[in-house]
């Protein structure tokens, strides 16, 4: 019995032998005078055992049997692993068919001593920045590399953004390395989808922001103001600000982020068996909709701010590689030991010696960019090389060594004894 019900037990037993009034018991255990009359009653029928709850040592009916808990327990230790107690609830209730609450699944793997994947820390006392009002206002960015596969793949970086409004992941593509063609692909994919945001925050990465700090040549001779890398290049055509952020807790929504994805994204691949960077991005569009739609919040002003995709040119011809080339007097360029020229519907000839920018979109071939006007190019194929048989080479001739008596050998085999007389 409970310290409740042995106070009940001892109430009740002084009103059975009148040392207690039913009035001063009902005061002192805050009950009504025919609820302790109840319990005097029961008390005087069945004993004081009667006063202990009816359900005590009996099993809840919405407990979960010994069978059901072991099976939770080898799911987690053979399939799911490593994954917290949240997303393990939601894992169970769609590939097993088994409800349970995250608060319960804690239960019961503290009862079989399987701590939390991660400790919870202390809070730290800040300020935390606002969100942006408005849906596209802001773009936080970076790359994650880590062993997303397991193992069972090389290490890979996941290039990814969110919006800062909302907290929606705009778009992620996995690539080898952190490099420039995983930003720009990854940028493609968002703003075709969204649209072309206000601003992009991101690390100072020199893939973002030059380290040299002064122009080249070819950027002098363009007329650029500012020593920009190839993608603040195209940040700049799309008209994306772009700011630096100083710190890791500056931009700390893509690297809370990243701690979400490398908690879930790692079991979600696992399940999934993808084994190579093709398979994992085959599936990670897929993935990246059911975080939005488990994790995005509405903005604090429905309207959008996105703006729509320039039509100046093609978006695929912005965010791309560039470098410059010079234009010889036969009209062509050399690009990667690869001659070209321009095609006979390109317009007008562009005048030689002339520096030229020359563009190598994700997809499709090369194009070169003068003064805002689009010339597409073809490769020259190259002369084949003469080859000629081999054959055996011919023996040397052996030189011709003189006789004893040759003229050569005598005039020469005199002794300095001998007086040469005229």
Not at 80 to 89: D, E, I, Q, T
Not at 266 to 285: F, G, P
Not at 392 to 417: D, I, L
Request: charged share 25%; net charge positive.
């Amino acid at each position: 019995m409970s310290r409740t019900e042995w106070k009940k037990a001892l109430v009740i037993d002084k009103v059975i032998y009148q040392q207690m009034t039913v009035v001063e018991a009902a005061q002192v255990l805050g009950l009504s005078k025919r609820q302790v009359l109840r319990l005097k009653a029961k008390v005087l029928q069945e004993g004081t055992e009667a006063l202990a709850h009816g359900n005590r040592g009996r099993a809840p009916a919405h407990t979960f049997t010994t069978t059901t808990r072991e099976q939770i327990l080898h799911l987690y230790a053979n399939t799911y692993y490593g994954a917290n107690r949240c997303h393990f609830s939601e894992l169970l209730a769609e590939h097993e068919g088994i409800q349970v609450s995250p608060s319960t699944i804690g239960r019961i793997l503290t009862q079989a001593g399987i701590a939390p994947t991660r400790q919870r820390r202390r809070s730290k006392t800040h300020r935390p920045r606002d969100r942006k009002p408005q849906a596209g206002m802001l773009w936080q960015t970076d790359a994650s590399t880590h062993d997303w596969l397991e193992g069972r793949g090389a290490k890979m970086a996941l290039h990814g953004a969110i919006d800062d409004a909302t907290g929606m992941v705009t778009a992620a593509v996995f690539r080898p390395t952190e490099d420039l063609l995983g930003y720009f692909t990854m940028m493609e994919k968002g703003i075709r989808r969204y649209g072309v945001p206000l601003a992009l925050y991101s690390d100072r990465h020199q893939i973002f922001f030059s380290p040299q700090g002064s122009l080249t040549m070819e950027q002098e001779l363009a007329g650029d103001k500012e020593a920009l890398t190839q993608l603040g290049t195209a940040l700049s055509e799309l008209g994306i600000q772009h700011i630096a952020a100083r710190s890791p807790q500056a931009k700390g929504r893509v690297e809370r982020l990243w701690e979400t994805f490398q908690d879930r994204l790692l079991i979600e691949l696992r399940i999934r068996q993808v084994c190579s960077l093709e398979e994992a991005n085959t599936v990670l569009d897929e993935l990246i909709d059911r975080h939005n739609r488990r994790f995005a919040v509405l903005p604090e002003n429905s309207e959008s701010a996105y703006q729509s995709i320039p039509d100046t040119m093609p978006l695929a011809h912005i965010l791309c590689r560039r470098e410059f080339r010079t234009v010889t007097a036969a009209q062509t360029i050399s690009y990667q030991s690869t001659l070209y020229r321009f095609q006979a519907n390109s317009a007008n000839p562009i005048p030689s010696r002339t520096t030229v920018e020359v563009r190598h979109p994700r997809e499709g071939g090369l194009v070169v960019y003068y003064k805002d006007v689009c010339y597409l190019l073809q490769p020259i194929p190259s002369a084949a090389k003469i080859t000629t048989s081999k054959t055996s080479p011919e023996p040397k001739a052996k030189g011709h060594k003189p006789a004893p008596t040759h003229p050569w050998r005598q005039s020469r085999s005199f002794s300095k004894s001998q007086k040469v007389t005229p």
